[in-house]
């Protein structure tokens, strides 16, 4: 049972261009929602996070839009660069208080190429 | 600022033997997070603890244990170790009621 969910294991695209990566979740009860990259040998990286009463937050080249109605969420990279090649993992908290956890989607793998 | 870190960084163990993996929260943080990555997979939540207390469990067996102490230092025990416990293990301290979790780079656990 996948609460998150990233349909799209891979994404290539050139650099300059926008990359988009999508992330759909099925618990409306999720508050708040983060992207994280992940180089190989590294833990996730922090990326950009969104709380569920915005439909969007920018920050730099990253945007990430929340469309509540849809479940569904999207990170925005422009321009894409080459160092932004990693695996973009989405996550959604879940829970109360202090009693709250990180779910995550399966990951997707983008490769800006020169 | 102090990050969060993880030792040992690889690691191979015999089929039911223990280990312990431990994790440096970052400065300030109360609150560690542990996951299991497995190849292909993303982190699938294991445990978390708040102030040295276990608040939150994932689906996984008894066998995975932790603790946390006065600094918010963290340790994952997991016993009786099997093949399909081989994975990158990764701690994230944050803060409270956790919005944004920072991660330590991960023990590679090899079960042979």
């Known amino acids: 049972d996948q609460q998150v969910k990233q349909n799209s294991p891979s994404l290539s695209v050139q650099e300059g261009r926008i990359s988009i990566l999508n992330c759909d979740y099925t618990n409306s009860m999720f508050d708040y929602f983060l992207w994280y990259k992940k180089y190989p040998a590294e833990g996730p990286t922090f990326l950009i996070s969104i709380s569920s009463i915005k439909d969007k937050n920018e920050d730099g080249r990253f945007t990430v839009f929340l469309n509540k109605s849809a479940k569904h969420l999207s990170l925005h990279i422009v321009p894409s660069q080459p160092g932004d090649s990693a695996v973009y993992f989405c996550a959604a908290r879940g829970g109360a208080g202090n009693n709250r956890k990180l779910i995550w989607g399966l990951g997707t793998s983008l490769a800006v190429n020169p | 600022e102090t990050g969060v870190t993880q030792s040992p960084t690889h690691l191979i163990k015999t089929r039911g033997q223990q280990v312990t993996l431990r994790c440096s929260s970052q400065?300030?943080?109360?609150?560690v997070s542990w996951y299991q990555q497995a190849l292909g997979q993303g982190p699938q939540f294991i445990f978390q603890y708040y102030r040295e207390e276990e608040n939150g469990r994932g689906n996984f067996p008894p066998r995975f244990s932790g603790l946390q102490f006065p600094n918010y230092s963290s340790e994952l025990n997991v016993n009786a170790l099997e093949l399909d416990d081989s994975a990158l293990y990764l701690c994230a301290s944050s803060s409270g009621g956790m919005a944004e979790a920072f991660f330590g780079q991960g023990t590679r656990l090899t079960v042979v």
């Open positions: 400065s300030g943080h109360n609150t």
